[in-house]
């Protein structure tokens, strides 16, 4: 099969998505390349066109040629028998849209499938299953009752319930900052939580075509400003990703342990990244990443140095299980 990095998107995470699709490029320099423009159109694109792009975090991607519908695109890796490798963040791309659009015409896709997509990428759902899986998490909030939790616990946190790398990411420590998760909520459903102070963590789980599943070495998060949002992740070279993490033995146990059973609360397959605070009780329970970063800065390759295994052959081993899955 003809392996094609699909990248692009039409949400926010598009910018991130080119970052990891030049990654993905290095090292799978055979692969095509097909970009998935905010018109919702697929451009074919060269590498020194991919690669030649110097700040994909902050500009907007342009691909020099003519694009086709991406309905009409995914019928042509039907017709070409292409396998996608999905450099895709966020939105449709991870919200299980695009898997079904594969799946009902049976076009081989890296990572999880539309359902386990589709359910990770809401993340009070999420963390409902995590929960029934045996994962603790916080206590989500009412927008109705803000003010009360507010003066309870002195500091919350807000975020999107659908979005990922930090966008919309409110810290709640002022008054004034009320005030913004209500605007922000006018748009958007947010789950807001009380602040759980600790470090952050995040630990991958990998699922390799011999279907064996394992979590690999947990990451400690030492952010920027103490707020790992878009910019700490992206632009400052102050945030430290320390892999493996400085945990105690028990607690790097516990972080794996959660992390595989997030991945199979949510029915995940191929590659997972959970995110977990540790509080003063162990580790919390975030959210679940079914298409975590790929960028030479992300999180995941740094996890998959720590195990010992190759870029390379991880993808290589993610598109031989993504062929397998279809052919169920």
């Not at 030649?52 to 003519?66: A, L, Q, Y």
């Not at 890296?110 to 993340?123: E, M, P, R, W």
């Not at 630990?203 to 790992?228: H, N, W």
């Not at 590659?271 to 540790?278: A, W």
Request: a negative charge; hydrophobic letters at 40%; glycine letters at 8%.
């Amino acid at each position: 099969m003809r392996n094609t990095i699909l990248f692009g998107g039409t949400n926010k995470e598009r910018l991130v998505s080119v970052a990891s699709a030049q990654a993905l490029c290095e090292a799978l320099p055979e692969a095509d390349l097909w970009f998935w423009h905010v018109a919702d159109t697929v451009h074919e694109v060269s590498r020194a066109e991919l690669l030649g792009h110097v700040r994909p975090f902050e500009d907007e991607f342009k691909p020099e040629s003519r694009g086709v519908p991406l309905a009409q695109a995914l019928d042509r890796a039907k017709a070409e028998s292409r396998v996608l490798v999905l450099a895709l963040h966020g939105g449709r791309a991870e919200n299980g849209e695009l898997q079904t659009m594969c799946e009902v015409r049976g076009v081989p896709f890296t990572g999880s499938g539309s359902a386990s997509s589709h359910l990770a990428f809401d993340k009070t759902a999420a963390k409902r299953f995590a929960a029934i899986g045996g994962v603790p998490s916080p206590a989500g909030i009412e927008l109705g009752h803000l003010d009360e939790a507010f003066a309870e616990y002195g500091k919350l946190i807000a975020k999107p319930v659908k979005d990922g790398s930090s966008y919309g990411l409110i810290y709640v420590v002022a008054k004034q900052d009320l005030v913004a998760v209500r605007n922000a909520a006018k748009t958007e459903e947010y789950l807001i939580e009380p602040f759980i102070t600790g470090t952050e963590a995040t630990c991958a789980v990998l699922e390799q075509s011999d279907g064996k599943l394992f979590a690999l070495p947990p990451i400690e998060i030492v952010a920027a400003e103490g707020r790992f949002d878009y910019t700490a992740k992206y632009l400052l070279k102050s945030t430290q990703e320390i892999c493996p993490g400085r945990f105690t033995p028990e607690v790097t146990a516990r972080l794996q342990d959660l992390a595989v059973k997030a991945h199979r609360a949510l029915s995940c397959s191929g590659y997972t990244r959970s995110d977990f605070i540790i509080s003063a009780k162990g580790p919390v329970y975030l959210e679940t990443n079914t298409l975590p970063g790929l960028t030479r800065a992300s999180l995941y390759p740094k996890a998959l140095k720590a195990q010992g295994i190759d870029f390379t052959d991880f993808l290589h081993d993610q598109i031989a299980l993504a062929i397998k899955h279809t052919q169920r």
